[in-house]
């Protein structure tokens, strides 16, 4: 850092340094006010501190650049100058607001400290300047609340109190009831307050005050809410905050002075209507305060119209000006018009997608624009019910947002008692310590699944992903009584049959029946979506495994089906036994019995999925969970068995089918006897597989439908397992091509999930017609993370820096991306044509969307509910890289 | 395959084709035939048939190249030439030998068919051309047998049972003793065998049986004993064998007429002396068939003196010209001597480094000759007691040969067990089902370790081979009833207290006591591995993790510690309830308390460590493995709590740790919360190790030891992870110093075990100042198979040439290797001087040494008992670079 480097940006009348581009340096309020400043908008004049010195706090052990003084001086000098008052002087003071502001707006950080620069002379000063000793006390008063609470460290609460106190004893209600003479002892009272906590009196050097809320702003970029926020929000560390000083302008000098604050469009529906509040005589933080009821902004144009014309002229211009919504503060001193912040509007999703297509429809802004402006994974948002914002919630509990929607239903403890009470008509919640594949049919018929364990990516999450259905899950805070059937919260129990409520959105369990509010897809959503397809290259599957699921993925636009899991048809109810009885078989001549059994089963649901896919690609994934998930758990048959012989009971069937668990059983199930390594120990079921999907094909073909099946062996790691896959497969093809007598065209491809496939991606491409991406598994084994144990580090690394994103949500570039490339690249250097996509959970995510398009990948393929969010993705993807 | 290609290469006298180094070609025998015919030495005319046929035969459906015919055809016309007799000729019929030979010597390969061109007519020829019908007859019955034994696959014990019949009917005791009347009705009685088994009479056409034994020699390159020999023998599956035609010379023609085999030296010593069997009036077979006993060769000197003399003297030159140990085979005809075979011989590895030595001493070989000729790997069978080769066993079953040795002990059941034996100072065999880390001091105790489940990479065969105990893994045949305290095989019951013998080396489990054979490593083996260590330049180190393991490496010429595994410091009697009641803490203070009783242990072993390895470098390795696998199985205590409750047991303090166990209980617990993201999440247990180890270095630099200790951060698979590490190490480090106001130098670094720190290992390099590959993990991870249940389908992959090795045993080059390369490239590009090795079980792994050598790392790092294989394969990998 050098001494010579501009760290203080001025703005007011012809002396404007910051343009409004300089976000990053000036933050997003110091680039706006700039900005508004150089287009004529009547903006009190001030300075912007940059967010270099921000950076440099936090690099250099929170000391300051050496010429930041000279130049805030400097600063102060041309502000006093401008203004013709003077910081510190009783005669002519000069008083400022300071204010935070980084490149995005971010709640949590330090907002405002006004009226700064008064002290016990100034105030006096002031008072005599002004010939109004009740306005400049009023101001001083409030000065010495934020001052204290946001930079001494003093709860507001503690002045708002004696406050309070003082207008019981003089029998008033109002802030403006109270006279001036019983401000000033306020004030003391207050000082007197800092005194006490801080064992120093009030800082009455303005200069220090300056200092000190500077410092204050800066430190507050730290806060744990501030973290927080940006974790959430995805927004980099490093960006830092700008402080704003800006000279004081007075909404509380009387009756012609306003304050208020207001959007140019409402934020939450998206319509075209000037919306806002404001307030007669105060300030600032009257509006928000909520001490007194503000009105709403139309009321303006009948107590000061030529303010509110002039007031929707230049935020119209702003509007203009931005191509956005604004989101503007401006105060009214003595009928004069000042704004004091504009900057694009937060919204609802749905307001964002209304706006950006009233906006093209306006010719504001392009429909290039207008995609880019709408942040894909807020989609979210608009394809599931949520919880009615009027509602007031009470939160019981808060897990990790696993799968979004909001739904009530009463609870229940095991998948069979979801299934009964979908027999009954009743919604339930399926409350598990963890899910396994035995909770699918529970989890089908439950509306909602909460479950104590499991991160983000565990069986329970992605599973309802998958289904569009409604998950909190690992709510650690909850403790699962299975004997009394109730889980218990802290001090409150809830029992089997109580209703709750899950919001997938944020993770929240609530101990009551709420009411929510349903997605709306046409309109502008649709129109919207279309300006997304008509752009984007990259195409968008959906991962889905029946029937039914292939309906909801093209009414959400999917161009094809890039992963069905066959063994979720396994999970059936009336399949369940029967592949439990092919896995406890002895002999091959009893498993071969069972296969046949299955065959026919599957070949209906292959039938019902191509043909509902007719025209489109399907990609269908041969069985890949180890033979033990279909099996009852182990520590389960165990105590059972156990407790059935201290009982005396006949536990001989138990006992062999523990026999045969104990010989599936696996230290870890996720690197062991799965995936193709299943397929090659057991020929015969791949054989089985292949006969029923080339059979329904053929079948489908024979009826003059269009079907191309694509064959996907998982877990590949070595081109001989692919070679001995794709024999079985093509042997099968043909037999069946032959027996249908039909043209049958097919692919073989593999999954890359293994990081040795990735390595050895070129001699995997001289078998494999097509590469799909298994991010999910690449990732655990890229990281050597299990995603269903990693929950309980991932997020301590979060909250520690050491990773700034879930690799289980956002794919690792760095990592699990370079290996992708790198595959992509291989596996094209032997196979120009190589088609390739994703099928891990990230094929819903923006990021990696982003990322897939930029490595070349032909298409992502998803969960159906996310389909939307991949096609703006993409698309997004596309504009970006013009 | 062209029809100009050669595919049959005549030798005889002037007229030879190959060449002795043409062994890929013509095999073995092939190449040594056309070599000792060139030489001049006496070898009966032939051809052989390439390599190259019966790779075409393979890859073509065991087809044969059409030129083949018309070149067979060439050969035969010519050797009639040479020896002016003619194939299916009575008058003067020339009779072949037909056998295989592959580049390298193949049990379990077609052998041998000698006299083939005999018919009922050629045998009548033969014996008027003899003048002796006994030679006639006998040659025939034999040629019958042979052929329908090994081309027919009628079973030479039908036969040879026919044979016996008639002996005994004729009350005769010796075959010679049976007149050529009744050799002629065998030969007839032979022949309705063939017609009654194969519906078809014995081949008559001489051709037909010729091709038909070339065709038994292909087949039989895949039978399953040759597949079998050549997956544990690492020999490629496409080098194929040749198949030889000779023309036959007879030892059986009368009692001036011999056969007989030897070899150069001793192979079982490695002594210098002439060594071989031989009989008169015999052919081939009847030496090694065991029907006749036969003479030690020194006898021959005796019989046949000149014919001895001219032996020596042949088998000493093709000594000299082969440089090495020559196994012969020979036929003397009318006092006449032909070599019929000569090829490098096998022998013990106790032999092999005596002839090794022995030649370098006599200016046969060079050093560099010597150390190339030694199987690293096979060395291994030097440092560990064997089975005496004397006795005889019977296998009761057999596992995986997991850690080398052979002992004999009581069977015990549990570790405590085994502790109880040796202080009763008895021998124990631990029997278990599978090992975990509470087996380590009852692992420690007993002489052997036999569990039913794991592979050669589990945590028993891993804890063995770094013990250096005896171990067999994996042997499911073993049924475990711990009630009992019994195990089954089959029908065979082994009661706790009996004794049984583990052959390490085989896996074989033995239910007995056997004797076993020391290993002597002075004399020749010390020169060789002095030899060794003069060219290596690649260092050694051993994996030791106490002192008592370090006085073994340096013995075994370790030249420092590659891998101390410092929880194993943690598994000791007296720690191991400080450990639990550390994992069982519920805060901060108590966890402390108890990381403050464990610190000063630690740092004595630490003292310990540095002091043996005064000079050298020590790797030390902070906490690695999950926190349960402290404390007691999950299933256990579940059962232990259910079953104490029906009996209204207070299982309070189990309800208390199962409570904890379930927090810490994973699915995937390989990729779990261990190594770094232990320390990462709680900070003090590295505090802990890092004030520990410097300390005791503190105090030894104190004392004026030369001590540097590396210290290694585990499972980083993200530069941030190990800054946070670093960041703890760093700030003990000065402390400690400070505190012992002493100069220490430290290392700080990282293992590379997860795949994302191969890829991102640039980025690491900026802050660890060393890596070491755990390619143990590393293998797990890029493979995606977990070591403890992989052996479940490697063995059926090796067994379906799905992979041709286990990547646990051996470093995959194609994957894991890949990423070893990429790791070093990317590490080298940052800090040109970063220390690199290896400290997974692959360092003692040859192939794999020989590979960290070309990616060009610094060390490998093994088990002491597998340092002499490090050392000699880093001498082979460093001569085979040049």
Redesign the interface.
């Known amino acids: 850092m050098t001494n010579n480097k501009k760290y203080v940006y001025f703005f007011g009348y012809n002396n404007t340094d910051g343009e409004g581009w300089m976000r990053d340096l000036l933050g997003g309020k110091g680039a706006g006010l700039a900005d508004m400043t150089k287009a004529g908008v009547p903006v009190p004049p001030g300075f912007t501190i940059t967010t270099d010195v921000c950076r440099y706090y936090y690099e250099n052990s929170k000391t300051l650049p050496c010429s930041l003084n000279t130049q805030m001086t400097a600063a102060i000098l041309k502000l006093e100058d401008i203004t013709t008052k003077k910081f510190g002087n009783p005669q002519n003071p000069l008083l400022l607001s300071v204010r935070s502001g980084a490149r995005v707006s971010m709640p949590g950080m330090m907002d405002t400290i006004l009226n700064l620069g008064l002290n016990d002379e100034v105030v006096e000063g002031l008072a005599k300047l002004m010939k109004n000793e009740w306005f400049a006390y009023d101001s001083y008063r409030r000065f010495i609340m934020m001052f204290s609470d946001v930079v001494l460290g003093i709860s507001k609460d503690i002045f708002e109190k004696k406050f309070e106190e003082m207008k019981t004893n003089l029998n008033v209600k109002n802030d403006t009831d109270v006279d001036s003479a019983n401000l000033k002892k306020l004030t003391n009272i207050f000082k007197n307050i800092v005194k006490d906590k801080q064992g120093q009196a009030f800082p009455q050097n303005t200069l220090t005050q300056l200092y000190m809320a500077k410092d204050a702003v800066l430190n507050s970029w730290n806060t744990t809410r501030a973290i927080t926020y940006r974790k959430l929000n995805k927004i980099p560390e490093d960006i830092g905050t700008a402080v704003n000083v800006q000279a004081m302008v007075f909404g509380n000098m009387g009756n012609d002075c306003a304050t208020g604050v207001g959007f140019t469009r409402n934020p939450s529906t998206g319509n075209k209507e000037f919306y806002g509040e404001y307030l007669i005589n105060a300030q600032g933080e009257d509006v928000v305060a909520g001490v007194r009821t503000p009105y709403p902004i139309a009321d303006l144009k009948t107590d000061m119209p030529e303010v509110f014309d002039k007031l929707k002229q230049i935020t119209s211009s702003l509007e203009n000006h931005y191509k956005d919504v604004q989101d503007f503060e401006f105060t009214v001193e003595k009928n004069n018009l000042y704004m004091l912040q504009t900057r694009s509007g937060k919204r609802t999703a749905k307001a964002t997608i209304k706006i950006a297509v009233d906006m093209v429809n306006e010719n504001l802004i392009t429909k290039k624009e207008a995609l880019l402006r709408v942040d894909a994974a807020s989609l979210d948002q608009l394809l599931h019910p949520i919880i009615d914002p009027q509602e007031k919630i009470s939160i019981l509990a808060n897990g990790l947002p696993a799968s979004p929607g909001a739904v009530s239903g009463k609870v229940v403890f095991t998948s069979d008692d979801a299934v009964k009470a979908r027999v009954n008509d009743e919604d339930s919640i399926l409350v598990r310590l963890e899910t396994c594949p035995d909770d699918i049919h529970g989890m089908d018929a439950a509306k909602g699944i909460l479950t104590v364990r499991g991160g983000m990516t565990s069986h329970a999450a992605v599973v309802a992903r998958g289904m569009g259905k409604c998950c909190v899950a690992g709510c650690d805070a909850i403790s699962i009584n299975s004997e009394n059937e109730t889980f218990t919260v802290g001090k409150v129990t809830i029992k089997k049959g109580e209703i709750i409520t899950l919001d997938g959105a944020t993770g929240n369990v609530i101990a009551t029946a709420v009411k929510t509010v349903e997605p709306e897809l046409s309109g502008e959503f649709a129109t919207f979506m279309e300006w997304a397809d008509e752009v984007r290259t990259l195409q968008v599957r959906a991962n889905a495994d029946i029937p039914k699921d292939a309906i909801v993925a093209k009414n959400f636009g999917a161009e094809g089906i890039g992963l069905c899991r066959t063994e979720h048809m396994f999970f059936e109810e009336d399949r369940i036994p029967i592949v439990q009885e092919m896995i406890l078989a002895n002999d091959l001549e009893t498993r071969q019995a069972c296969l046949d059994k299955l065959m026919p089963l599957q070949k209906k649901d292959f039938y019902g999925l191509f043909k509902e896919m007719n025209g489109y690609a399907v990609t269908i994934r041969l069985m890949d969970p180890p033979l033990h998930e279909f099996l009852p758990k182990?520590?389960e048959l165990?105590?059972e068995i156990?407790?059935g012989r201290?009982?005396n009971d006949d536990v001989t069937a138990k006992e062999i089918i523990l026999k045969r668990v104990e010989e599936l059983h696996?230290?870890?199930?996720?690197?062991?006897?799965r995936g193709c390594?299943l397929g090659?120990?057991y020929p015969e079921i791949t054989k089985m597989q292949a006969i029923a999907l080339f059979s329904a094909a053929c079948e489908l073909i024979k009826e003059g439908k269009d079907i191309v099946p694509e064959v996907m062996i998982p877990?590949v790691?070595?081109v001989?397992?692919l070679k001995?896959q794709k024999n079985i497969i093509d042997k099968v093809a043909h037999a069946v091509r032959k027996e249908y007598a039909v043209e049958m065209n097919y692919l073989v491809g593999t999954m890359i999930?293994?990081?040795?496939a990735t390595?050895?991606a070129d001699?995997l491409a001289e078998v494999a017609e097509f590469f799909s991406f298994g991010t999910n598994?690449l990732t655990?084994?890229?990281?050597?993370?299990?995603r269903?144990?990693?929950a309980?580090?991932i997020n301590?690394?979060i909250d520690?820096?050491?990773?700034n994103f879930d690799p289980f949500q956002t794919i690792?570039q760095?990592?699990?991306g370079?290996?992708i490339e790198l595959a992509t690249k291989k596996g094209k250097s032997i196979r120009s044509n190589i088609k390739l996509g994703i099928c891990g959970e990230h094929g819903g995510d923006p990021e990696s969307v982003k990322l897939c398009y930029r490595i070349g990948l032909d298409y992502v393929s998803c969960s159906p509910y996310r389909l939307p969010i991949a096609r703006l993705a993409a698309a997004q993807a596309k504009l970006e890289s013009k």
């Open positions: 182990r520590e165990m105590l156990a407790i201290t009982k696996e230290f870890n199930p996720m690197l062991g006897h390594r090659i120990t877990l790691g070595n001989n397992e001995n999930e293994v990081p040795r390595i050895t001699k598994d655990q084994m890229t990281y050597g993370f299990s269903d144990d990693a309980k580090f301590h690394y520690k820096k050491i990773m690792d760095d990592g699990v370079q290996l």
